[in-house]
């Protein structure tokens, strides 16, 4: 199954390549408990759900010691293959749902990722600072700005500036209209060859 991890990230270590293995059966049988992924699309996990995550690696290659919150997590996604791919790099996941976070937390330890704390929060509650905040298709780019403005650090350490990295498809025209040219967007069928991906896109906007 994690074939398609390895086809694009060659150079994982044994540990990242186990932890990456162990999500199927973990996803699997929280999936049947509370619906974190569509249970249609559970056999696409990787492709769906892990790969598109690690489309935020292929655009921007974290340094050690980043400080990363993951708006929105769900059960765990961009978060938990983010935080496996960067094992140096701090990752924070934060999401509404309590028991969407019960299944990260859950998922992170039995996988054995020290770098990652799960906290059933809104994203308004946050009083953190972070080099990147990244989410998943969690609300339109003006209205995550907005709550997340606060919560950028001015401490720059990566080879972009810090700022927001969101995994989006479909038209996003009238969405990113208010930036202008600040933001940027990269198609994901750039980077991974896969059908699915079409359509995709990371939009990384610096704050």
């Not at 994982?12 to 619906?35: D, G, V």
């Not at 690690?54 to 400080?67: E, P, Q, V």
């Not at 935080?83 to 999401?95: N, R, S, T």
């Not at 600072?129 to 350490?157: C, E, G």
């Amino acid at each position: 199954m994690t074939t398609i991890i390895d086809k694009y990230f060659p150079r994982l270590t044994q540990r990242q390549q186990q932890q990456y293995e162990m999500l199927y059966e973990l996803y699997s049988e929280w999936n049947a408990k509370i619906n974190v992924v569509s249970r249609k699309d559970i056999d696409n996990l990787y492709e769906h759900h892990v790969l598109h995550s690690l489309a935020i690696a292929r655009f921007l290659h974290f340094k050690s010691g980043t400080t990363l919150l993951d708006f929105g997590t769900g059960g765990g996604f961009p978060g938990i293959p983010l935080a496996i791919m960067f094992p140096e790099c701090q990752f924070k996941l934060i999401d509404g749902t309590g028991k969407k976070i019960r299944v990260a937390t859950e998922i992170a330890q039995a996988i054995g990722l020290e770098n990652v704390v799960a906290q059933h929060l809104r994203g308004e509650e946050e009083k953190g600072k972070f080099d990147f905040v990244v989410s998943r298709a969690v609300m339109p780019l003006p209205d995550l700005v907005k709550i997340v403005r606060k919560n950028i650090s001015t401490r720059q350490r990566n080879a972009m500036l810090n700022g927001v990295i969101c995994l989006k498809g479909g038209n996003l025209q009238a969405e990113l209209q208010p930036f202008g040219k600040k933001v940027e967007v990269v198609p994901i069928s750039s980077m991974f060859q896969e059908e699915w991906f079409k359509e995709k896109n990371v939009v990384y906007l610096p704050l």
